[in-house]
């Protein structure tokens, strides 16, 4: 039995842990043909499984002690509670395999198995059901749901379609969404836009589409920048800016042509334009695959935030509870048994070095985002 959890979320008034799973080993074959990666039919077999303990009720700003984990609920912020928000990202329906990245040759790499559903319907189904769940637990529906791109793997008309079956369906006119990398395909279905924008009370969500079709990586054109600084210009309201890729660090002293995420020039665009309009509470995308939160020297306290993907390991969404005065971010890990013994198992791949990669440190997922 594991003993020592790990922190999941921590909110203003709860805070959630999690026992990973006790996992058997693995009976990896190897594939066939000289350039193969190894494979396996199928995840590990669940020892234990794994456990989600919501400690509720709690008080903000306060220290707590559960099992050995000292930790301190987020304070609350200041004002009334104006909009909340949920975001998803990198759903990938139609995968059949996790574990590969790119060409690299990569080890294990999982499946679901022959008359299994597979992952992507499978997480992504549960992530609805979280959602909504969620949703009926705080007795409040979320204002706006984000999807913040890769929602298929190569944009077919069947991933596109299981995509809209799942979350336009349950959401409908509450849900936003954008391309991500694998969405942006020339044969893709999938609708692409430069920059789009939403208004709620006293807050405004602006889209941006950072694919190139094609290209793993992305950009934010000079005419986005234009266009984003048009939703930003003359507001009152705080703007959140969601786009799929990440951007290069301005802070860095080497630029990186080939940077995986937004390219240099793209990536001081966007921190200039943030830099320039005080009311941009930060920047939110996924792509990467990990919870991770950066801050750079230009914009202060402006978080540029990744977060984990919906398919594999942790298998999260993500909650924004925007006040008047600050924001708070709470990761929310998919806590269904299938489910969980799913994630749990994609801790194996990439060698298992997954686990520290994606699932990031507790700040990189449950944070108070103060406004400057």
């Given amino acids: 039995m594991i003993d020592t959890p790990e922190i999941l979320s921590v909110g203003d008034d709860e805070i ?23 494979q396996v039919s199928g995840p590990p077999e669940i020892i234990e499984p794994a456990r989600v303990m919501r400690h509720s009720g709690l008080t903000p700003d306060t220290t707590y002690n559960f099992d050995g984990v000292t930790l301190r609920t987020l304070a609350r912020p200041e ?43 499978l997480m992504n189904s549960m992530a609805v059901k979280s959602i909504a769940d969620h949703e009926t637990r705080i007795g409040r529906e979320f204002d706006f749901i984000v999807a913040k791109g890769d929602l298929t793997n190569r944009g077919s008309r069947e991933e596109f379609d299981q995509f809209t079956g799942h979350y336009v369906s349950r959401f409908g006119s509450r ?6 990398n694998h969405d942006a395909k020339a044969a893709s279905v999938v609708p692409g836009i430069s920059v789009d924008s939403l208004e709620l009370p006293g807050v405004t969500l602006c889209l941006v589409d950072t694919t190139i079709t094609d290209v793993d990586s992305g950009q934010v054109s000079p005419r986005q920048v234009s266009q984003i600084q048009e939703v930003v210009r003359d507001r009152d309201h705080l703007v959140f800016i969601f786009g799929h890729h990440h951007p290069f660090s301005p802070d860095s002293t080497r630029v990186d042509p080939n940077y995986f995420g937004l390219d240099p020039d793209s990536s001081r665009r966007l921190v200039d334009l943030i830099q320039d309009n005080r009311n941009v509470v930060g920047y939110f995308c996924g792509h990467t695959h990990r919870n991770r939160v950066r801050y750079f020297s230009a914009t202060g306290p ?6 984990a993907c919906v398919k594999d390991f942790p298998g999260s969404w993500t909650e924004y509870r925007i006040f008047e005065g600050g924001t708070l971010q709470i990761s929310r890990r998919i806590g269904d048994p299938e489910a969980l013994a799913w994630s749990e198992a994609n801790r194996m791949i990439y060698a298992g070095l997954y686990p520290g990669y994606a699932l990031g440190q507790p700040t990189d997922r449950s ?5 400057r």
């Fill in 79 to 121: 004002g009334e509670l104006l909009v909340t928000l949920a975001t998803v990202t990198d759903l990938h329906f139609g995968e059949t395999v996790t574990g590969i990245l790119g060409s690299v040759n990569t080890s294990p790499r999982f499946h679901r198995g022959e008359g299994a559903l597979s992952h992507p319907v």
């Fill in 175 to 180: 849900l936003g969404y954008i391309r991500g």
């Fill in 16 to 38: 959630v842990l999690g026992y990973p799973a006790i996992l058997g080993p693995l009976e990896v074959e190897p594939a066939i043909g000289e350039h193969a990666s190894t």
């Fill in 367 to 371: 944070i108070n985002i103060d406004y």
């Fill in 302 to 307: 402006v978080p540029y935030v990744e977060t």
